[in-house]
């Protein structure tokens, strides 16, 4: 089955291209496509082809070749399985960031709105080996492998957010998809041993296949959908539940029933578990599974007030911070959590300040109102967190300590509790059961 995977810019957050340069090291065959023509060039083996927004077409020059304009760009191996590189887009490797590396069928090029639009196509399963060497490391048992094959695989055919306005499947950023980082020129024996065990599985619910959402560590217990996600089409936070995304205790022993707790009894629970020293869970073992950041009330205040109007010029961030009347940012008092879902996640966080009370609503948008370049903070690693003030001797905010569970949304399958399971001797199946509910393994077609 083929797939077609929209590349994103070398920071992950635009599929527009300002310019791209293709070349492989075992040559290329290159189709420049116009109106009047399809013509086809040869690359030998380290030649070059540069395509650059040209109007509504573009132009294209190809090393040893000469200037083209064209309407379509169609840029292949010479050799089937062969690598070639996109020198425009960087990747990281293990000595920082390259040029990204590709093996596919083609790369299509094309021009939209005065920009490119770059889309790899590729088998599946060839696509599948560089999500799972960018999503998880090989170390992990291999039945923890395999159940992130088949996650991975379901959610290439299901993406949260449509790409068909883009004229493809999936993108390869994990800000919006799951991370496609390209392919390394030696792939992991074990992530192709998860690949090829499970060719073809993908999980559904019903007759479709699901939305097989994951994260990295969910902090002791995985989170419903509709607690941290809004709906990808009316953007309504929080939208209807999705059946098989429902929270799950992370036990090692036994479960405990999820009940619908006050934001005061979640938090006495999430500060329990933060302060347990005992290997309790199946994701507790990871570093990621608690964490804090202190942070200056200065810092704090200067950052989180830009942060937020930044989050209010965004259309899609903006319904989710809520100022008060007058809209000013005052000196911040302290911070409460007012709505939490089953799991505990943060659904709502009050900011207190001098001048009124902030609302910031939606798991993302709660974490990104504290990104501080001032300490590297991009943003919480998690929303399953609670506070700690500290004040000065005029009882004046002077720091704020977050405190936190997990990395990640915490929705659906989790990584590192998925190697816990492993670690323990149970089956991909059986970790895929666990943690996406009443879901069922069929093959593609099937």
Same mark, same amino acid.
């Given at each position: 089955? /083929?797939?077609?995977?929209?590349?994103?810019?070398?920071?992950?957050?635009?599929?527009?291209?300002?310019?791209?340069? *293709?070349?492989?090291?075992?040559?290329?065959?290159?189709? $420049?496509?116009?109106?009047?023509? $399809?013509?086809?060039?040869?690359?030998?083996?380290?030649?070059?082809?540069?395509? #650059?927004?040209?109007?509504? #077409?573009?132009?294209? *020059?190809?090393?040893?070749?000469?200037?083209?304009? +064209?309407? =379509?760009?169609?840029?292949?191996?010479?050799?089937?399985?062969?690598?070639?590189?996109?020198?425009?887009? =960087?990747?990281?490797?293990a000595r920082g960031l390259e040029r990204a590396e590709y093996r596919g069928h083609e790369l299509d090029v094309n021009a939209v709105n005065g920009r490119l639009r770059l889309i790899l196509v590729l088998d599946i399963e060839q696509y599948l080996t560089g999500v799972l060497e960018s999503e998880v490391p090989a170390s992990y048992h291999l039945e923890a492998l395999k159940a992130q094959a088949v996650a991975a695989r379901t959610y290439a055919l299901n993406p949260r957010i449509s790409h068909e306005k883009d004229n493809a499947d999936v993108c390869d950023s994990y800000l919006c998809c799951q991370y496609f980082a390209g392919h390394k020129a030696v792939t992991s024996a074990k992530h192709m041993q998860a690949i090829e065990a499970t060719t073809g599985e993908i999980l559904k619910y019903g007759t479709r296949a699901i939305l097989a959402l994951f994260s990295s560590?969910?902090?002791?217990?995985?989170?419903?959908?509709?607690?941290?996600?809004?709906?990808?089409?009316?953007?309504?936070?929080?939208?209807?539940?999705?059946?098989y995304l429902k929270a799950v205790q992370e036990k090692l022993h036994?479960? *405990?029933?999820?009940? @619908?707790?006050?934001p005061t009894e979640l938090e006495a629970h999430l500060k329990e578990?933060?302060?347990?020293?005992?290997?309790?869970?199946?994701?507790?073992?990871?570093?990621?599974? /608690?964490?804090? $950041?202190?942070?200056?009330?200065?810092?704090?205040?200067?950052?989180?007030?830009?942060?937020?109007?930044?989050?209010?010029?965004? /259309?899609?961030?903006?319904?989710?911070?809520?100022?008060?009347?007058?809209?000013?940012?005052?000196?911040?008092?302290?911070?409460?959590?007012?709505?939490r879902g089953v799991s505990g996640v943060a659904m709502e966080l009050t900011v207190h300040t001098s001048t009124g009370d902030w609302q910031i609503r939606k798991e993302?948008? &709660?974490?990104?109102?504290?990104?501080?370049?001032? &300490?590297?903070?991009?943003?919480?690693? %998690? +929303?399953?967190?609670?506070?700690?003030?500290?004040?000065? @001797?005029?009882?004046?905010? %002077?720091?704020?300590? $977050?405190?936190?569970?997990?990395?990640?949304?915490?929705?659906?399958?989790?990584?590192?509790?998925?190697?816990?399971?492993?670690?323990a001797g149970k089956h991909y199946r059986d970790i895929l059961v666990h943690y996406f509910t009443n879901a069922q393994i069929y093959r593609i077609g099937s």
């Open positions: 089955m /083929k797939l077609r995977v929209a590349l994103t810019t070398t920071d992950l957050t635009s599929l527009e291209h300002k310019q791209t340069l *293709i070349s492989s090291p075992s040559g290329m065959e290159i189709q $420049v496509e116009n109106e009047q023509r $399809v013509k086809t060039v040869t690359l030998l083996p380290g030649q070059s082809v540069r395509v #650059s927004p040209d109007g509504e #077409s573009m132009s294209v *020059i190809i090393a040893g070749h000469g200037r083209f304009k +064209a309407a =379509r760009v169609v840029a292949g191996p010479r050799k089937a399985g062969d690598s070639f590189f996109i020198d425009s887009v =960087r990747r990281p490797r560590n969910a902090g002791g217990c995985t989170s419903n959908y509709e607690d941290c996600f809004s709906d990808p089409k009316t953007n309504f936070f929080p939208p209807a539940p999705i059946p036994g479960a *405990i029933e999820l009940k @619908h707790a006050s578990m933060w302060q347990s020293k005992q290997h309790t869970t199946f994701d507790s073992w990871s570093p990621h599974f /608690k964490w804090s $950041v202190q942070i200056p009330a200065h810092s704090l205040e200067a950052h989180m007030h830009h942060e937020l109007s930044l989050l209010l010029k965004d /259309k899609e961030s903006a319904p989710f911070v809520i100022p008060p009347e007058g809209g000013k940012f005052g000196h911040i008092n302290k911070f409460s959590v007012t709505k993302l948008i &709660i974490r990104s109102a504290f990104k501080n370049p001032e &300490i590297k903070l991009a943003r919480l690693k %998690s +929303a399953k967190i609670f506070f700690e003030h500290q004040h000065d @001797h005029l009882g004046l905010l %002077s720091s704020l300590t $977050v405190k936190g569970l997990g990395w990640g949304h915490g929705v659906g399958l989790q990584q590192t509790g998925a190697q816990g399971m492993a670690l």
